[in-house]
C-alpha cells in the first residue's frame, strides 16, 4: 500500500457536538398569517463543523476557540424569550419596558429584559441555525482561520436538527 502524502495546502475538518453547547428560549412559530404555535419552550443544542487549512503546526483552529465562540452566542439567547425582527405576519411596538407584538388580532406582550428581537422571519431551527451561522462566521479568530466552509446545526429536541451552511 502507497503511503498518503499531506498536500502543502491541507483542508481538514473540525465539528463539536458538546452537551454545553446549549439555550433554553421560550418562543412560538408562525405557520401563517392567521396559523401560529402558543408560547413555550425548549432546550435547544449547537453544533457546528468547520472546514479551514491546517497550518504548520498540524493544526487549524483549537477546539477551545470554536466551542468558545459557540458557548458565547448560546448565552446571548439562554433564558430569554425569542421573537423574530422580520417575520411578515408579526409586528412589534415598544411600550415602556414591554414589547407588543401584534399577530392577526392578538396583542401580545415581553417584558424587554426578558426577550431578545432576532433578525430573522422566524423562531424555527432554520432560521436559528442561519443566524448563529452568521454570528459565528463574524468572530474574528473564526475569520482569521481562514475557513472554506461553516456549518450550524439547531436542535430542538432530540432528533430534530435544522442546519444552515456557508462555503467560500
Not at 475538518?13 to 453547547?21: C, N
Not at 413555550?40 to 487549524?60: C, I, K, Y
Request: with cysteine; glycine share 6%.
Amino acid at each position: 500500500m502507497s503511503e498518503i502524502k499531506s498536500p502543502q495546502n491541507r483542508l481538514s475538518t473540525i465539528s463539536v457536538s458538546k452537551e454545553a453547547l446549549k439555550f433554553s428560549a421560550a418562543h412560538f412559530t408562525i405557520f401563517s398569517a392567521s396559523e401560529r404555535e402558543r408560547l413555550h419552550g425548549h432546550n435547544f443544542r449547537v453544533s457546528a463543523e468547520l472546514t479551514l487549512p491546517v497550518s504548520d503546526n498540524g493544526m487549524g483552529l483549537s477546539y477551545r476557540r470554536l466551542k468558545d465562540a459557540i458557548g458565547s452566542l448560546c448565552v446571548e439567547l439562554d433564558e430569554y424569550t425569542l421573537l423574530p425582527s422580520r417575520s411578515p405576519h408579526l409586528s412589534i411596538s415598544e411600550e415602556e419596558a414591554c414589547y407588543i407584538a401584534t399577530f392577526g388580532n392578538e396583542k401580545l406582550p415581553f417584558i424587554k429584559s426578558d426577550t431578545r428581537l432576532l433578525p430573522v422571519k422566524n423562531i424555527t431551527v432554520e432560521e436559528l441555525s442561519t443566524y448563529l451561522l452568521k454570528r459565528l462566521h463574524e468572530v474574528s479568530e473564526i475569520a482569521e482561520a481562514n475557513p472554506v466552509r461553516l456549518k450550524v446545526g439547531v436542535s430542538s429536541g432530540e432528533g430534530q436538527w435544522g442546519y444552515s451552511e456557508w462555503s467560500a
